[in-house]
T-cell receptor
Framework: GEDVEQSLFLSVREGDSSVINCTYT??????LYWYKQEPGAGLQLLTY?????DMKQDQRLTVLLNKKDKHLSLRIADTQTGDSAIYFC????????????FGAGTRLAVHP | EAGVAQSPRYKIIEKRQSVAFWCNPI?????LYWYQQILGQGPKLLIQ????????DSQLPKDRFSAERLKGVDSTLKIQPAKLEDSAVYLC??????????????FGSGTQLSVL
């Protein structure tokens, strides 16, 4: 079956880079997403990568995909206090139909 | 372009009461999803519609939850009777879905349910 796993917590110093990791099962993934959720707010789509890509860069965000190891990461360069939030990895599995499965989320804490 | 609309934004009920949530997806989007997000957890897929047919309801507690999508547009999710553990944010999402290839999902802002 489909499953998505993430580490639950990450703490970084302001200005450093953050790397949030995600692993998933099943090989029918098509799109892989990173969502951000701030306290009391909805899900904000940050970036996504198609499964035939290895890397995607979007300003301070870099997504790396290792399809062989079923490993996805999100790197945030020059992390700021405003980046403190929960980050969800989500994988769109496309077996008989498209199904989006979320990880449990990684809480990123940025300290001065 | 209008996004996914959900109402109400907040709902507080007592256990054993009934509650209903409404979702209006983006115009033309064939697929509609209902997710449940319990505090501190990732969203969990409850039910997925393709037009007005159900394609996945394997995680829907069918003894108390029901959902429908009339005419393949709006959808309602109902809980009857509610339990304390149903307290969560209920998220609706939609996607265009042009076939078997993956599509981007667009989320509504959710309905926050508190069961007392």
């Amino acid at each position: 079956g489909e499953d998505v796993e993430q580490s639950l917590f990450l703490s970084v110093r302001e200005g450093d880079s953050s790397v949030i990791n995600c692993t998933y099962t099943d090989s029918s993934s098509t799109y892989l997403y990173w969502y951000k959720q701030e306290p009391g707010a909805g899900l904000q789509l940050l970036t996504y990568i198609f499964s035939n890509m290895d890397m995607k860069q979007d300003q301070r965000l870099t997504v790396l995909l290792n399809k062989k190891d079923k490993h996805l990461s999100l790197r945030i360069a020059d992390t700021q206090t405003g980046d403190s939030a929960i980050y969800f990895c989500a994988v769109l599995f496309s077996g008989g139909y498209n199904k989006l499965i979320f990880g449990a989320g990684t809480r990123l804490a940025v300290h001065p | 372009e209008a996004g996914v609309a959900q109402s109400p934004r907040y709902k507080i009920i007592e256990k054993r009461q009934s509650v209903a949530f409404w979702c209006n997806p983006i115009s033309g989007h064939a697929t509609l999803y209902w997710y449940q997000q319990i505090l501190g957890q990732g969203p969990k897929l409850l039910i997925q519609f393709q037009n007005n047919g159900v394609v996945d309801d394997s995680q829907l507690p069918k003894d108390r939850f029901s959902a429908e999508r009339l005419k393949g547009v709006d959808s309602t999710l109902k809980i009857q009777p509610a339990k304390l553990e149903d307290s969560a944010v209920y998220l609706c999402a939609s996607s265009l879905d042009r076939g078997r290839r993956g599509e981007k999902l667009f989320f509504g802002s959710g309905t926050q349910l508190s069961v007392l």
